[in-house]
DNA sequence: GATGAATGAGCCTTCATTCAT
DNA sequence: CATGAATGAAGGCTCATTCAT
């Protein structure tokens, strides 16, 4: 009992405050182990904190992976809108957000874990959060529009727009949630450089097939 | 892995229910509840069976797991691919194609939400299986095949072959895995409507994307 | 793993069948601690079963309270009746009454204890079951008609059924259920002797009170 | 037990609630979920004060229990025997004690409760506090004497003293303990008429019980 | 006096798994 | 093949208590 723990004997003023620190550690097991397989013992002991202080923050295990879920999603869903959103050229704005897309989920594998766990198993509170986050950016709003006004324009062909824009979703964040067995289908031997080579990839093809010929 | 179980090869005749009841009740279960989040007692419940029969015809959670993906895995892949590989026509094909993708994930969510399991928390097995059963399908070759032909007879431009194929398949299968939340982002409200469009939207968009103007 | 238990390895017929030691454990440890106070463990133990087994037949704590609380009061209270029911004369009814009242809460501490918590933190569903099984017993009715035959003919005062009958109720089982402190207040050194006198010196009482003069 | 408390003599002045607070909270909590079930935190909560300050001023759970008992008996019991003992004729001090006892526990369900909760888990520090409490007001001892004079001046049968004296505690006291279950068998309708009848019927059946014919 | 944060021990409950029959 | 009963090992959560400020 009483083992000296090496670090802090309840610390002083460092670190970043035990919120956080679970936060962080419980970020890291629920992407790795998912919602149901994630242990609260192990975020506890990976935060350096007691289990009963996970209780004392956040009220249970359910409403932990909740706050954690959103805090993932709002941290790093804002970030993509505001840069990308001063584009006008519709060639660099695809390409812009191709990349945003691919440094968003290929950087951090939480936030492609979780969001292919919601996917499988959604729940309302944090789908809503998600939904609605992305909408706010303005992003898919922002694509329709330039894709709209060039097809007005007479530069593109006549295509459905919301299908478009599912398209070229898809093919950015829908390959890389697939990559590890598409990657490994398609027996793609140096990854790290069809990934850099697939943003460019994408928007060609996208941009031919909306364009007139 | 892949102990030589010494018993049954399927067992004979007598109950020829029990075996594929739990499978079927855990099939179910996995689906909705992910590996870890499923419950031995509501599969044996489920399926009508005392939970001893189950450990019985399988060893364990685990292998249960495993084998369950691996029938839905082998049933459901194995049709794809006969019924595509007589198409000559790439235009026929992608479409045959497109189709059976929708087909396939789009009619039993169950598909749908193993493999955005599998893709969140991979089991090596289990990948392995999937990605040699849809290898051994022969259809992305065949699908390269078709395209690297029309590109050389001088119809296509020249793209990268493995790009385009990850293309088709991301708009196609990933777009199926994200539909959720792409369908409430960019407001589809007739969900039916706008998953029946798609395959010909796909296709258009990617024909015209490969093709020479 | 596997230490050596020193009795059953999983025993094969003798002991009353594991739900029953459960109950009779249980018994002990919510008349000892209470429902709040009493710990699963202890009960398992003392059952000599595993903690799991407990709720395999029972599904939850509170739930093994209820069936605890119910057994003992089913068992208990439905021997009253049919041996006091077949007296005629009041003074034997009286007499063989109160004597079967002390038996059965001074017999068994565990029902005195379960009563008094009962009546301090009642449930619904225990208390239904209490009131039930003594209106059903037929006993305070029985008093009451007898009471009420002797009044009419004259040889008792009028005096209030209900009155007296909760009177002789509260001269018995109320005494018993006081009896540590009234018997500390009253410097009564031989309890023994004191609560043997009892009987009759309450029947004493009773009928003198209600006796015309 | 009884140590002596280092600190406060009751604390002077400041502020005069926290501690008081504190011991009202604790009353409810005690009396509604029994010492096992009562809850530091809620007692704190609804105290208005925090967890710590509660063990500053009580200096365990136990503990404030302890003086949460004594608090409440002093309180009340001291009441009682001041108003009792300037009676000098036997009816009418039966009637005064009868009505204070009624008064003391019906009033306040926490009394009640927690006299239960004594009977059924007792402990004996507290058990000493109220019947050394019960014993200094003198009314057991007076109402003896009482009975005691009649009985010699010739008024009175010659009955045992102590069974009349607990007898006639059991039929106010113990009826109002069992009421809950007693009113319910006899299908007494109209509770508070009952219960205001009820002093003058056990008075009356006292009397009537140890007069001469 | 007063507080928010922290903790160790323990509590109820569940789960995958096994055994005797 | 089939079952009811049994189990060890957690698992999530709570509780009384304490510390730094």
């Known amino acids: 009992m009483a083992e000296q723990k090496p670090v802090s004997g309840r610390q002083s003023d460092s670190q970043p405050d035990s919120r956080a620190k679970i936060l962080a ?49 709002a941290g790093n869903l804002g970030k993509i809108s505001k840069e990308v959103s001063q584009k006008s050229d519709l060639d660099e704005l695809l390409n812009s957000l191709a990349r ?20 499988a198993n959604p729940h309302p509170h944090v789908f809503d959060l998600m939904a609605e986050t992305i909408v706010k950016s303005g992003l898919p709003n922002f694509v329709m529009t330039a894709i709209e006004a060039e097809m007005k324009s007479g530069l593109l062909r006549t295509v459905d727009l919301k299908h478009a824009v599912a398209s070229f979703m898809a093919m950015n964040i829908g390959y890389i949630l697939m990559s590890p067995i598409v990657d490994r289908v398609l027996r793609v031997t140096d990854k ?6 697939r943003t460019e990839a994408v928007v060609d093809l996208f941009l031919n097939g909306v364009k007139k010929k």
């Open 25 to 73: 550690a419980a970020k890291d097991e629920f992407a790795q182990h998912g919602q149901a397989g994630a242990r609260v013992d192990r975020i506890a002991r990976q935060a350096g904190v007691n289990k009963a202080m996970l209780y004392y923050h956040f009220q249970s295990k359910d409403n932990l992976y909740r706050e954690t879920v959103g805090e993932i999603i």
């Open 192 to 197: 790290e450089q069809f990934h850099n080579e």
């Open 100 to 119: 945003k897309y691919a440094e968003f989920l290929g950087q951090d594998q939480m936030m492609r874990k979780m969001l292919l766990q919601e996917l």
